[in-house]
């Protein structure tokens, strides 16, 4: 099944509390990955009444969406929304809320409460506005996600955070919920959650692919600043990493 979780933690320079999770295959990352994301949700119904995800978005969990959408959960008990979006019209195919309606809110998981970040009606409302509107919808949220997926890219930004934005260092002292960020690395200005709000969650899981993040991540575990690298933000607190070649 999974590669020995000590030679991993050996290999690298793990903090503690942060766990690394190798795979042999996308198919058994996605299996492993996919029955640790149902068994939190359904501890969070049983013990709430309701459990509260947000996943990231891009190509990397398409197929974690494929898997749970099949899976038998109280989903009518669910709250979905997101770590970030780019501020595109929902029929954009660049459009994270657009991935989760067509990968995810479908057969049994159609029954789950979705709260996207950025709404087509955004394009024409202040940037200000933009955030108090996302913030109102964000209070529907119970103060403590059950579980943020994150992903990484390999400048180290995770959710929308960038290092290469100018908003960056607001969006990492903010007291609110969400900030807007414009990347010069990356296309589209990002609607994204803050530390603030990521970081209330019970559990969090950083969920990578390839060689070149596990790059990034040895990157990330050395000394460094969390502005150059704010995946460090995250890899500072417990933390599971699933990862696959």
């Not at 969406?65 to 979006?85: G, K």
């Not at 409460?113 to 087509?120: A, T």
Request: aromatic share 6%.
């Amino acid at each position: 099944m999974s590669i020995n979780d000590m030679t991993a933690h050996n290999e690298l320079p793990l903090p503690e509390g942060v766990r690394l999770r190798c795979f042999n295959s996308r198919e058994e990352q996605t299996v492993a990955l996919a029955e640790e994301v149902m068994a939190i949700l359904q501890s969070g119904i049983k013990a709430q009444g309701r459990a509260a995800v947000a996943f990231s978005g891009g190509r990397t969990p398409i197929p974690l969406f494929q898997q749970l959408r099949t899976e038998d959960l109280n989903w009518a008990a669910t709250q979905i929304t997101l770590a970030d979006d780019r501020c595109l019209p929902l029929a954009s195919p660049d459009s994270n809320a657009g991935l989760i309606t067509q990968q995810l809110l479908q057969e049994k998981a159609a029954a789950a409460e979705f709260i996207p970040l950025w709404l087509d009606r955004y394009d024409a409302l202040s940037h200000d506005a933009i955030l108090a509107d996302c913030q109102a919808r964000l209070d529907a949220l119970p103060e403590l996600f059950d579980l943020v997926i994150l992903g990484m890219g390999n400048d180290g930004h995770t959710a929308s955070l960038f290092p290469c934005s100018d908003e960056l260092d607001g969006a990492l002292t903010t007291q609110q919920d969400c900030a807007l960020l414009q990347p010069t690395t990356a296309p589209w200005q990002r609607l994204t959650l803050t530390p603030h709000r990521l970081l209330r969650s019970r559990q969090h899981i950083l969920h990578l692919c390839g060689e070149d993040k596990l790059n990034t991540l040895t990157q990330a575990l050395q000394p460094g600043t969390q502005r150059d690298m704010p995946i460090r933000i995250f890899l500072s607190q417990p933390l599971t990493i699933y990862w696959n070649p």
